[in-house]
T-cell receptor, first 112, second 114 residues
Framework: SAVISQKPSRDICQRGTSLTIQCQVD?????MFWYRQQPGQSLTLIAT?????????ESGFVIDKFPISRPNLTFSTLTVSNMSPEDSSIYLC?????????FGSGTRLTVV | EDKVVQSPLSLVVHEGDTVTLNCSYE??????LLWYKQEKKAPTFLFML????IEKKSGRLSSILDKKELSSILNITATQTGDSAIYLC??????????????FGKGTLLTVNP
């Protein structure tokens, strides 16, 4: 299965600022996925990123708040914009090469 | 809307016990069911079950998919303290066009006491 490097591992940010999370996959993948896991909750899909096209956002998530880039088949970024304490969560990227979805190591974001 | 329900939500056992975790789902056009173990941040992949592979085993862990009952179980025998984690069940189904996505259950928090 794919190996995904995700950074930063954790960050503490001031409200109103933005944070960009990066994921690098060790092989080419068609789709990459971004999830949020709020404290004590399960994983919620934010959006699906396909190289060369606009990301597809799930209900409740908008591009202005969570802009995504997918410049090539091995890399994607998620930006959490204009952060508030409610954005404090673990953010995870994921990819599938057909043998099961693999996750990045996660970013623990705390907004103060 | 796709739905995945796991039970129990939490479970405390003693080392050496056998546990069974449950997952039921309601999805349109089911493709596969996946189990993950989450200890810190990143879920680690355990099993993927499809119509052509309804039973998987790896060491002390095993899983069965019941497509008729729309459910799956994850069994862990001879539990160890290192098995303490959140176990997540996810179902893969179409998200539109030719794409697929995972819908996760809330997870089962397993605590194994020495």
């Amino acid at each position: 299965s794919a190996v995904i490097s995700q950074k930063p591992s954790r960050d503490i940010c001031q409200r109103g600022t933005s944070l960009t999370i990066q994921c690098q996959v060790d092989s080419q993948v068609t789709m990459m996925f971004w999830y949020r896991q709020q404290p004590g909750q399960s994983l919620t899909l934010i959006a699906t990123a396909n190289q060369g096209s606009e990301a597809t956002y799930e209900s409740g998530f908008v591009i202005d708040k969570f802009p995504i880039s997918r410049p090539n088949l091995t890399f994607s970024t998620l930006t959490v914009s204009n952060m508030s304490p409610e954005d404090s969560s673990i953010y995870l990227c994921s990819a599938d090469r057909g043998d099961g979805y693999t996750f990045g190591s996660g970013t623990r974001l705390t907004v103060v | 809307e796709d739905k995945v329900v796991q039970s129990p939500l939490s479970l405390v056992v003693h080392e050496g016990d056998t546990v069974t975790l449950n997952c039921s789902y309601e999805v349109t056009n089911f493709r596969s069911l996946l189990w993950y173990k989450q200890e810190k941040k990143a879920p680690t992949f355990l099993f993927m079950l499809t119509s052509s592979g309804i039973e998987k085993k790896s060491g002390r862990l095993s899983s069965i998919l019941d497509k008729k009952e729309l459910s799956s179980i994850l069994n862990i025998t001879a539990t160890q303290t290192g098995d303490s984690a959140i176990y997540l069940c996810a179902v893969e189904a179409p998200s539109g066009g030719s794409n697929y996505k995972l819908t996760f259950g809330k997870g089962t928090l397993l605590t194994v006491n020495p």
